[in-house]
């Protein structure tokens, strides 16, 4: 027997209302003054206090507060409460069974007289359009079936019309409600319902499509259903395969796309999308604690991205959605001309290189630079290479001379060199030019062979080499701090950093100034402009808020 106890916990107050004009329904949110158990029984919902309806398309408490989708033609009150949801036939315990719950409290699942739920029940068409329906609260339609098999009484024929209507189903001379629904049916509803709600971003993105390994079996029809909702991170039920526990880059993942779905699949899958709806569609909420003070437009190098987003996580909860922050930086040569030309206001970057100077010079801007975490450009090999350290000349007769091509020559073993070299508009081959190149380029042979485009690559470029050419060593350069932080990203890489002149790079040589290639990160401003806003953030980054930034970011804070 199925056993509903509620605790209502009534909240009269406003949500705040982010609109989104296609169907004129919102995403509204309320602070949480409470959090809530979620391991045992009960489940969180939300009710229209006005209606009493459930809110099926509701979550929290996240992030401090709770969200709702609604209709957007007057303001909700609404009570919180939490619900306990038995089933003879579920485990207490059991983690999957948190799923069913959830969805049987929302409204949008039922159990069986006996007082079972069945979650290993296939579902049809027909059981699916209605649980779709319930979900979106898309109201009956009247209209008459266009479906020779969907007859006028037929139980769910309301559903399936409201369903048609909105575009998640297709006019056709059959609809087979009797059918069981496939993993790839369940998805492009999905994708379909949200297209029409106008919260599909189409755009590409770098999803690694690679590593669904049976993503040629989906049906063309559901093909770009299943990319546009992998690129906005949308869990799909994909079965993983660990090759490395420690390393999630090899992992395989397989969609089963013409797998039949259960009850508790079903289950499942919208408990993870409610989630991923409110995570992907949540709207910015300024944070009360946040400075008094707008961000100016803000830009950098590939190495600093972090600065940017923790600048808005302090200012934002939900910092994604918020207006004007930025998906990337336009790295560091980008990052400094936009700054001149006055498309970005501030800009985190290392020292500028000897293009970016002349260009300010053309342009007759002058750069303020503001110094705000150490930085340091280090340099890196195979951890089993002998050698430990280098010296500022030898590294010129490596980049420069291409005159040093073998590890003995500089006390190691009798190995193959290989030098590793960034593009010339990054920010560790700007410092290339401060500390190693002395006013010449990175041989052409070396730039030829083994340039490393994108930041993190060259890591991975360098620990590949020695992987395949066994007793031969590669070497290549980054920034210190970007090092650290993606040594954690990329998993195991089986590098270590090279002193220079006998003094290694660490944390403490870099911020008391003696490891030899020691810069700073800054935050870098077009100067003499009188701009109020502008320089009133110059000031916060030069205060307590820009340490905890850098903290926050993984960099050194200048002592």
Known sequence: MKRIV???????????????????NTIQYLPSEQDYDYGNDFVYIAR????????????????????????????????????EVTFTDLDEWARSDMYIRAMTARGIFSGYEDGTFKKDKELTRAEMAVVFAKLFRVPKSQSVSCFEDIPQNHWAKEYI???????????????????????EQLVTMTFRMLENMGMMDMQETDTAFSQYKDLEKVSDYAKSAYKALLNQNYYLMPEIVEHDFEDISDDELYLHPQNTVTRLECCTYLYDFIRDFFINNAPAIRREEAPDIEIPVLDGSTSTYQITENIYRMFYNNFEKAPGFPKAHSKTTNAYKRLIDGKADMIFVPDA???????????????????????????????????????????????????????????????ALAAYCRNEDSGSHAQMENFIL????I????????????????????????????????????????????????????LKLLCINGIAPTEETI????????????????????????DAFAALMQGEFGDTIAKLSGLGVIQ
């Not at 229209?48 to 009150?77: H, M, W």
């Not at 008391?512 to 502008?534: F, L, S």
């Open 48 to 83: 229209d206090k006005q209606t009493n309806e459930i809110i099926p398309l509701a979550v929290g408490p996240f992030d401090g507060y709770s969200y709702a989708y609604l209709p957007s033609d007057r303001a909700f009150n609404v009570t919180k409460e939490t619900v």
């Open 511 to 534: 911020a008391n100034g003696t490891y030899p290639y020691t810069t700073n990160y800054y935050a870098v401003i077009r100067d003499g402009e009188n701009n109020p806003k502008i």
């Open 353 to 415: 290189g000897e293009d970016v100077l002349k260009y300010a010079e053309e342009k007759g801007v002058t750069l303020k630079f503001i110094p705000i975490a150490n930085e340091a450009l280090i340099f890196f090999t195979g951890t089993k290479n002998p050698v430990n350290n280098i010296t500022t000349e030898q590294l010129y007769n490596i980049y420069v001379e291409n005159a040093i091509t073998n590890w003995k020559q500089i006390g190691g073993t009798d190995a």
């Open 438 to 441: 002395n006013g010449k380029e």
């Open 6 to 24: 509620c605790m209502v916990l009534t909240i009269a107050m406003l949500f705040t209302v982010t609109v989104f004009a296609q169907n004129e």
């Open 443 to 494: 041989n052409e042979n070396i730039a030829k062979e083994r340039t490393s485009i994108i930041m993190s690559s060259i890591l991975t470029d360098v620990d590949d080499y020695n992987k395949k050419n066994e007793g031969s060593y590669a070497m290549g350069y980054s920034l210190y701090y970007y090092y650290q932080n993606n040594q954690m990203l990329l998993g195991p890489v089986d």
């Open 161 to 183: 019309m409201a369903l048609l209507d909105e575009g998640v189903f297709a006019e056709d001379r059959f609809f087979h409600p009797d059918a069981l629904v496939t993993r």
